[in-house]
């Protein structure tokens, strides 16, 4: 390693030399591409922030809140949900997550685990670490929250831990839990693992060397002596002294102050680049042992929230997190490199921003808290990268983003849903799919052959599948659709880019297909009945910004006029009317440390909508 130094009148800048490529450690990470940032302000900003997402990301809801009926959710009907963890044991993802029963850091608090063999259908909840209380010394109960930046550590001897810390920012609280997953799916006995230096209350379970499995043991030795992995622990860590023992990182800033939220990739040589919220970055080429002061990325453009960093299967890095310059947490986005230091083609991951549907303390909207898969906590089949986050901190929802990631399609489609699995990947396809209003293939309804099947139970939320497809000046889409019922409307639109919906087209309640002919005016062309299967194609000039709509061969639409500008290169099918701003106003109201406005009818399900579609291509 060849350390060069540079010394000019207002800086010093090191450059470490590390695989043929510079390190600045004035900047260790930086984004070279124009595109860095996105239009979502937090009021009126745009849920997708007027970017291209990354082809056939599919986002899946892992847990729905539900006050009323906790047996449909986790069993408690807590509405405040966040900070999830993900991990690949034993042919199973696991995610953990914490959970209040309103809004953040309001007592008391648990932390719940649920499991996934496929990464889509995801178990009931369950309590992995339960409610903690103390009492004082007139028998008053005090309730604790839980507050961490980790979830999972595989050990060298192949054991699975779980953890958890009782307590709330810098430390303050009980400590450290710690548990094992056995094989089976159990759970093991909770244990502290390391208890707060200033905690002097009783503790409710014992130390971990009590175990009389020395498996265990070992399991929770190999992580305190790993100086990399317990790098999370950080920002809980009370005592300035303390961290400098434990931890061996340089102050922040010039600041003794813990790192939040830390994250790390490991590039070829072994260098490891380590992310901090707020887009602190920091390396160490010995394994922890020593770590560079850690520096703000600033052309990481970033309103707040974590920060993700991985390493690919195919050797490329990514960085997934909100690119935003307001307080918006909107949308979800990823950006590549070839060296885990460049970082280019920002594209979306999740795009959606629902009504929040509970009051709660500190529930910033949108899709947020982003983690991936920590080295060495598993690597699921496939070269997908795999992402867990809290939707505006309420509910969980997992991406399997396609490897690699790329945001254009540049050949003709041809999509034959026979050739896929029904309830597995749709591939090429985005899909959002909520819990009530899932997307997925399917027996087609009518015909033995497999179809993409859209369903829609959700009063505040919607089913949506989009396909990207090759950007011409002229094209045709050709699709089949039929309608099982539909009390909810369709929307079929084809966007640019930049998000703008230049054809649109609804299937409203009454079985009426609409076309919009410029930007207001909707005109009807065919009755749907259900039960049939209906051929659509739509042909556009995006130069003319002319378009045409055939129903079963015939031409109902003529030289209609774009609704917005730009060239077509994807289409959406949405179970709902667009939306464009979110429920911030509630947010920043002044009320939002006061109860009342939880929506009407949330925990109830709606008449289900169905959709069917299949026989998809552009002009071939």
């Known amino acids: 390693m060849i350390i060069k130094l540079s010394v000019t009148l207002f800086a010093l800048v090191i450059v470490v030399f590390a695989m043929g490529q510079e390190i600045d450690l004035k900047e260790p990470v930086k984004y070279v591409g124009t595109d860095h940032t996105s239009n ?24 729905r809140a539900n006050r009323s009926y906790p047996e449909k959710s986790d069993g408690l009907g807590w509405t405040y949900n966040h900070a999830p963890n993900l991990a690949y044991w034993n ?52 309730f604790m929250y839980m507050h961490q930046r980790m979830g999972f550590y595989v050990a060298p001897n192949g054991r699975l831990l779980t953890m958890g810390f009782y307590g709330a920012h810098y430390g303050v609280g009980a400590g450290r839990v710690v548990r094992e997953i056995y094989e089976n799916g159990e759970f093991g006995p909770i244990y502290f693992i390391r208890i707060n230096d200033n905690w002097e209350k009783e503790l409710r379970y014992p130390f971990f060397t009590e175990s009389a499995d020395s498996g265990f043991v070992a399991a ?64 160490s080429n010995d394994n922890g042992n020593t770590w560079t002061a850690p520096v703000q990325c600033n052309t990481l453009t970033y309103g707040g929230a974590k920060i993700w960093g991985q390493r690919l299967d195919n050797g490329q890095y990514a960085l997934v997190y909100n690119p935003t310059n307001s307080m918006a947490r909107h949308p979800l986005s990823i950006a590549t490199s070839n060296d885990g230091l460049h970082f280019n083609n920002l594209l979306n991951v999740h795009t959606e921003v629902p009504v929040k549907r509970f009051w709660g303390m500190e529930k910033r909207p949108g899709p947020q808290y982003m983690r991936g898969i920590v080295e060495g906590n598993g690597n699921p089949p496939g070269d997908d990268m795999w992402v867990v986050y809290s939707v505006s901190k ?34 090429n396809w985005n899909i959002y ?27 505040y939320d919607y089913a949506k599948a989009v396909r990207v497809f090759a950007r011409k000046a002229e094209n045709t889409i050709h699709f089949q659709l039929f309608t099982e019922s539909n009390p909810e409307l369709l929307a ?9 919906r230049c054809i649109q087209l609804q299937l409203d309640s009454n079985g009426q297909l609409l076309a919009k002919n410029g930007e207001n005016r909707l005109t009807e062309l065919y009755e749907f009945k259900a039960g049939q ?73 709606v008449p289900e909508a169905v959709f069917y579609l299949k026989e998809f291509y552009t002009e071939r």
Request: with cysteine; aromatic share 12%; hydrophobic share 35%.
């Open 40 to 63: 979502s302000d937090y009021i009126n900003g745009y849920h997708d922030g007027q970017m291209r997402p990354a082809v056939g990301v599919q986002n899946y809801q892992i847990f």
């Open 91 to 142: 042919n199973r993802f696991y995610c953990h997550y914490l959970a209040n029963p309103t809004g953040e850091h309001i007592a008391p608090g648990a932390t719940l685990i649920t499991s996934s063999a496929d990464g889509k259908n995801w178990d009931k909840p369950q309590l992995i670490f339960p409610i903690y209380y103390t009492t004082d010394s007139n028998a008053n109960i005090n």
């Open 220 to 283: 929770c030795n190999a992580f305190l002596n790993d100086k990399v992995k317990r790098m999370q622990w950080w920002e809980e860590h009370r005592l300035a002294e303390d961290r400098k023992d434990f931890f061996r990182v340089p102050p922040i800033d010039g600041k003794e102050r813990p790192g939040q939220a830390f994250c790390f990739y490991t590039l070829p040589d072994s260098t490891i680049v380590g992310f901090f919220k707020s887009r602190w970055v920091t390396t």
């Open 394 to 427: 309420e509910d969980m929802w997992i991406a399997r983003i396609p490897v690699p990631v790329q945001g254009e399609v540049t050949q003709p489609v041809n999509d034959n849903f026979n050739e896929m699995i029904p309830g597995g990947v749709v591939a």
């Open 433 to 459: 799919s909520p819990r009530w209003c899932p997307v997925e293939v399917s027996k087609s309804p009518s015909h033995p052959e497999n179809v993409l099947c859209l369903k829609d139970a959700d009063p």
């Open 492 to 500: 079929i639109e084809l966007l640019a880019a930049n998000g703008a």
């Open 533 to 605: 299967w209906v051929s659509i194609d739509v042909w556009f000039n995006a130069e003319n910004e002319k378009y045409q709509v055939s129903i079963n061969g015939k031409t109902l639409a003529k030289d209609f006029q774009f609704a917005a500008e730009g060239s077509p290169e994807r289409i959406e099918f949405r179970t709902g009317e667009y939306r464009l701003t979110d429920d911030v106003q509630k947010f920043k109201s002044g009320d939002k440390y006061k109860p009342g406005w939880d929506e009407p009818g949330a925990d109830e399900r």
